[in-house]
Every structure is written in C-alpha cells, then in structure tokens.
C-alpha cells in the first residue's frame, strides 16, 4: 500500500522547536544505586588481579582454558574442573581509537581500547581492556602486548588493577 | 501441525531524531494505517504482539505495559518481545507463533521506539549492556563493539573502508524515495570518508541516525487471508537465535547467530540456495559493515566477499540482489524496534509490487528481513513470499 499512502503521521520537533520551547518536556533526573556481587568465578578473577596474576577456568571435557572464567562450560553444559593462571601477555585480535566518552560526548583524548587475546588461553579467548604507551598510528592487529600493573598497594580487585595494555618489551 | 500465516497490511509513522508523538500516539498511527490497509479494525483483532528496545531509552519501566492501549491491546492477549536491535524482527516472528500454533487467527504486530527522551545522548543507554565488573569500568561505549567488530572484519578479508562506505552512500540514496525516511540523502564515498571520526574505523557517516518511529503489520492465518485479499505476502520461515554475551571470546568477523537463524528461517521456507532463491533483502544496517556481515550470515555471500558485491552494483536497485531497497536503518532511520519492523514492511509492499519509487526491477517473489542486537548475539530472520 505504500505507494497508495499519500501522507505519513507523524509531527518532527526540530532543535529549533526545542530552543524556542514550542512543545512541553519535562526533566527528571533517576539516580539508582547498585551492590553488585561479582559471583563465584569473578569474585577469584579479581582477587587474584590483586596479587597481579590472571587465572582462567579449565573444562576437562572440551579441554578449553576460559578466560574471563566461568564455574561451567556454557558448550559442555557441565561444571569447569580447575583453576588455571595465565599469562599477563597476549595478542591485539582487534582495536579501535575512540573519540567518544561512555555518553556519547567527546573527549579531549581518545580513548585506545582493544580486545586482547590473553596468552595461555584458549586461542580467540579475548578480554576488553586498554592500550596505553603506544601512539594510536602504530597499533596493529596482531601486536603482542603486556599488562602494566598499579603497584600492589593500589590494587583494588578489579579490572582496573591492570592499568592498560603496552606493546611487549622483547 | 503449525499453519501458514500471511502478512495482510502494513503501517509506518515519520522517522525522525524527535517527534511530538508519545510513544502511545505513535503505536496508533502505526497501527491504525496497518489495520486500514489490510480494511480491517480492532474489532478482528485477536492478540497482539508488540516489540520496543530498553525501556532506559523512556525511563518508563514495564514500557510494554505502558504503551499497549496505543497498540489497541487492552484486555487482548498481548506479549512484548524483546531481543534489543533484533526486536523489530523477532515482533512479527512472535505473531507468527500466535497464529501458525493455531492459537489466533488475527494478530497485530507493532514495533515501537522513541530514543529522544535520554540525555545527553540515547547512545548513553547502551552503558549498560557491558558487564558491570569487568567491562563498565573501562569507560565503554556500544561504539566500542561496533569499530572494534568492523575492524576484524575488515583485517580478516583484506577489506577497505571505502568498499565499506559504498553501503552508506547506497542506503542513503535508497532512502531519498522513503516518505518516512529521516536521512535520505545523495552522498559519496569520500564524504563517508571524510566525516568525523567517532570510534576509528567508524566515522559519522558509517552510522544510522537515533529515532523515533513506529511500524506495525497485521497477521492473519490463511482461511482469514483468502477472504480479505488477492494478494497476501506469505511468512513462509522463521529463524532466531542467540550466541553469549562473552562476545570477546567470539569471532568477531563473522555473525554465527546470524547464520544459525538464517538456516533455520531457510529450512522452514523451503529454501535450498538462498543465492538463487532470495530476489530481495533487507538485513540490518545500523553500520554500514553490518549490512555486509549480515549478508554473508544470511548465506547471501560468500565469507569477505559482500563488499566485492556491493561495489559491482549486485545490491542496486535494479542489480541480481537488490539489499535494502527502503533505505535502511542508514537512511530511512534507526528507532531500534520499528527500524526493523520497517524492513518487514519494506518486504511487504515490495513483494506486492506496491513499493512505488522503490521497486525494485526484478520480479521479487522471495525476500528475507534480518535484524541484530543485544551485546552481538542475536540473529532474527524472517523470509517472506508473494
């Protein structure tokens, strides 16, 4: 019918309706507060960030090393077996240099994210986290990277014990 | 024993960045240009299905609850899905299920979205979809999956942003001859190239536009459709499926989901070589590389080889594979659920030669709508018939 239709509903309010407030809005502001708790397998991943270590989980059937790591294998559908630690080095699989904050602002310095195939993982077992001490021009897919740690007294237990990812020294 | 189920009207509102309508006045709009053009009324209604994305768009929660007397489902059995930017698709696939299980014989499907009410921008929303430990804190953005998908992509096949941008300038041409469309417009490859750059390899204009908009079609079973029309569109195939939200654990250069709801949409339809047997489609474009990832899940494409199409003129208009005839999320606008109700009704009028400026050249018999979302892991397809 569409070409039978000869008019679509619909009233657009443009910016400048918005400046001059031709139409009513009304603000309100929803501040929520959470307690997360991390879980059973989160809960040891980022204590033992605090000790600068990453573990994975190891399922002994399809014999893959999870990182971030779960208490069951989501492909066997059957309790992980045991607890593994990994490296602190891994591979660039993708990235990108990001010009906008999480509210879709800009910011003044981009920031570089990437997501990082942790060595001694199963291969394409990627976590999301930072680059840093590296020029956005010279990241490249591939590139091997390493953790930088805050110093122990910082640590926290979380993700951002891990400050950001830069190229491997070798 | 399910039973074939046919697409007897359609309805769109306007898409635009802000629209005066609730999103209760616009489900009617929608709605009401669905039931008059299939020349039925609530009346012959007997469920409704209804579809939205986050209800932190509104800051209504239970949004479905809220908007169902706009889309006439007071005291009506009536269901919201919701599969984030898989919705729009997944809505007529929930009425399928109403109808082809025998359940209902009339079922209104209306996809709602109204992204303008958050501030400072509705990308904001998106925030909390990563997970809460170990992701938030790194300052995410839903951006973020976006580039950081494209740029495997188009590492893995050796594919460059200009072939990529060809999908934008495609799309927003398409769209100029949507009367709903919100970003119709002649651009080129190097204006692609040269607009600003949000999340390299994405820059502003490989990205849809936020919206609001409704759309909405009418369901029937088949004893109903023989007596209201001619010419009902048959959906012939269903398909849907999810991967986890452990995305940085996936292959990012390719959509599994996509594929295993393809097939599955593909089995039930009857359908053998989708290259042969698919005359028109209408993935979802909210990026420009998603409109070639998902041709090459949709089985359309071979892996790394839909930019190659693209760039031949095979999804023109008038090519062997017209892709997004309507303009797409890209030009005619991305109200997340109607969005891809849009493309549904983009299949309707065009599988029932009605889609004027549109039309495609070939005789379209067969067409399949696909949409995606959540945190990369859905895949909702539907192939339609005429």
Redesign the interface.
């Known amino acids: 019918?569409?070409?039978?239709?000869t008019s679509?509903?619909?009233?657009?309010?443009?910016s400048d309706d918005?400046k001059e407030g031709k139409?009513l809005d009304i603000y309100?502001k929803?501040v929520p507060r959470?307690s997360?708790a991390?879980?059973v397998a989160?809960s040891r991943f980022?204590d033992e960030l605090k000790n600068g270590r990453i573990v994975a989980r190891k399922c002994n059937r399809c014999e893959r090393i999870?990182v971030?790591p779960?208490m069951y294998c989501?492909q066997c559908y059957r309790p992980t077996d045991e607890w593994i630690q990994i490296k602190d080095t891994g591979t660039v699989?993708?990235?990108?240099?990001?010009?906008?904050?999480?509210?879709?602002?800009r910011l003044k310095t981009p920031?570089l994210?990437?997501?990082i195939d942790i060595d001694g993982a199963s291969p394409?077992?990627?976590?999301?986290?930072?680059l840093g001490e590296v020029e956005?021009s010279k990241i490249w897919?591939g590139m091997k990277v390493q953790a930088v740690w805050k110093q122990p007294s910082e640590r926290q237990g979380?993700?951002?014990d891990i400050r950001y990812f830069k190229p491997l020294e070798l | 024993m399910k039973r074939r189920v046919a697409v007897v009207g359609a309805g769109i509102t306007l898409f635009r960045r802000r629209m005066l309508e609730s999103p209760k006045e616009l489900s009617f709009e929608a709605s009401k240009m669905a039931l008059d053009s299939a020349g039925l009324t609530l009346k012959d209604i007997q469920s409704v299905v209804s579809g939205s994305a986050p209800d932190a768009f509104d800051g209504v929660h239970m949004k479905g609850e809220y908007y169902l007397d706009g889309m006439g489902a007071i005291g009506k059995p009536h269901e919201r899905v919701y599969v984030g930017g898989g919705t729009g698709v997944f809505t007529p696939i929930g009425g399928w299920w109403n109808v082809a299980s025998g359940m209902y014989d009339t079922c209104l499907c209306v996809a709602e979205e109204k992204m303008s009410p958050l501030h400072p921008h509705p990308q904001y929303a998106f925030w909390s979809i990563f997970d809460q430990i170990l992701e938030r804190p790194l300052g995410t953005t839903l951006l973020w999956i976006f580039s950081l998908e494209m740029r495997r992509y188009m590492h893995k096949y050796g594919i460059k942003e200009e072939e990529i941008a060809e999908v934008a300038v495609k799309n927003k041409g398409n769209a100029i001859d949507h009367p709903s469309a919100q970003l119709g417009a002649k651009i080129t490859v190097s204006d692609v190239m040269n607009s600003e750059p949000i999340c390299s390899p994405v820059k502003r204009l490989d990205v849809s536009p936020p919206s609001d908009g409704a759309a909405a079609v009418v369901l029937v079973s088949e004893k109903v459709a023989k007596k209201l029309t001619d010419e009902p569109v048959w959906l012939d195939g269903v398909g849907w499926t999810l991967d986890t939200t452990h995305w940085t654990n996936r292959d990012l250069a390719y959509p599994e989901y996509v594929e295993k709801a393809a097939k599955m949409a593909y089995r039930m339809a009857g359908i053998k070589n989708p290259r042969k047997e698919i005359d028109v489609a209408e993935p979802y474009d909210p990026f420009d590389y998603k409109e070639l990832h998902h041709l090459e899940g949709l089985q359309l494409a071979g892996k790394g080889e839909a930019p190659k199409m693209t760039v031949d003129g095979v999804t023109q208009r008038d090519g062997d594979l017209p892709v997004c005839p309507s303009g797409g999320l890209l030009g005619v606008g991305n109200p997340i659920a109607a969005a891809g109700m849009m493309k549904i009704c983009e299949l309707f009028w065009q599988l029932r030669g009605e889609a004027g400026k549109r039309q495609v050249k070939k005789d379209a018999r067969t067409g399949v709508a696909q949409a995606w979302g959540d945190l990369m892991q859905v895949g909702t397809v539907a192939v339609m018939r005429s």
Do not use: C
Request: no cysteine; glycine share 10%.
């Open positions: 019918m569409s070409q039978k239709i679509y509903p619909g009233h657009e309010i443009t918005l139409y309100y929803f959470y997360w991390a879980g989160i980022l999870l971030p779960r989501e699989n993708t990235f990108s240099i990001s010009h906008v904050g999480t509210d879709a602002r920031i994210v990437a997501v394409g077992m990627g976590i999301l986290h930072n956005p897919i979380a993700i951002t």
